[in-house]
């Protein structure tokens, strides 16, 4: 598939590679009250007490961390996690009451993009939670000068994309479309994270002004429905000439569409008519004999009727 970035195995790195750490600094290693480490401010990650925190939480109790977190000192006392959210809480589980940890002299911008770097590459991250992480760089990124020369906004945004990718196995485009799922409905982008709302059909949604995604969530709840990729597309299209309105998603998401109609009697009922030798096909015919004759006569009423006008 064109702009896709072919998926490559990601290979270890070390601490050094990872987080910029010196020798001097992992000799430096402290252990800080698990009270004292506070999470990065908007973590983007989130911290589950699931399967795999249990087996994180048991090997901390048998071996201890063996790689140790990244933390900045907070303005306001303790220490800011940049790296290590998942190892203190394992460390928590496992009952232990400190941490190892490096601290780092870091800017705002150099914190978030190295705790996006150290979190992106988990398996089984949420649409969201990558979402977020991407945007969260990107915004980094700009704000420390990268790119600076180039004019335009769109090349720019693309090339500072692709400066994430380096990090990530998202290509370019993907990540661009990531990012752009920040701006979806709280309540549609958590249906993207469970799978009830597909990825790219989330995307075009994301396209939609805030007001309209309030409109089409109040639709989608009354119709009990889940807009579909070609729905999404047209509502999007629609969006950039005018305002959506609630009959307008009524007219694209039932545009064509007829609905079925399906009746059952119950068979209880049913043999109470028929022998009981009479097949499923055999009481079908009867029925639709009937309905024939029920239709023919109403018509004959009804020309009945217009003859005495």
């Known amino acids: 598939m064109a702009g896709k970035k072919k998926s490559t195995p990601i290979p270890l790195q070390s601490l050094d590679a990872l987080f910029g750490t ?6 430096g290693i402290q252990q800080i009250a698990l009270d ?5 401010s908007n973590h983007p990650f989130k911290v589950l007490d699931d399967d795999k925190m249990a087996e994180l939480s048991e090997s901390v109790k048998m071996h201890g961390v063996l790689v140790p977190g990244i933390v900045r000192i907070k303005d306001t006392g303790g220490y800011e996690i ?9 460390c928590e589980i496992a009952g232990l009451k400190t941490m190892p940890v490096i601290i780092k002299d870091l800017t705002d911008d150099e914190s978030t993009v190295i705790m996006v770097d150290s979190n992106i590459q988990r398996e089984e991250l949420l649409i969201s939670e990558k979402a977020f992480a991407y945007k969260m760089k990107y915004d980094a990124l700009k704000r420390q000068g990268k790119r600076s020369d180039l004019t335009s906004c769109q090349v720019g945004k693309k090339l500072a994309a692709e400066d994430i990718s380096q990090n990530s196995e998202d290509s370019t485009r993907q990540i661009l479309r990531y990012i752009h799922l920040t701006e979806l409905h709280p309540v549609l982008l958590d249906m993207a994270d469970h799978k009830q709302l597909p990825f790219n059909t989330a995307v075009e949604l994301s396209y939609l002004k805030k007001e309209e995604q309030d409109i089409l969530l109040q639709y989608m709840g009354n119709h009990e429905m889940v807009p579909s990729m070609k729905q999404a597309k047209e509502m999007k299209k629609c969006s950039k000439e005018h305002l959506l309105t609630y009959p307008e998603i009524d007219s694209i998401c039932y545009q064509g569409k007829t609905e079925k109609l399906q009746v059952k009697l119950p068979e209880k009922k049913l043999r109470m008519f028929f022998p009981e030798s009479y097949t499923k096909e055999q009481i079908e015919d009867v029925i639709f004999k009937l309905l024939e004759e029920w239709a023919d006569n109403k018509e004959r009423v009804q020309n009945d009727n217009r003859g005495c006008d």
């Open 22 to 27: 010196t020798s001097e600094e992992q000799a």
């Open 36 to 40: 004292n480490l506070h999470p990065f």
């Open 82 to 90: 940049i790296a290590g959210h998942r190892r203190k809480r394992a």
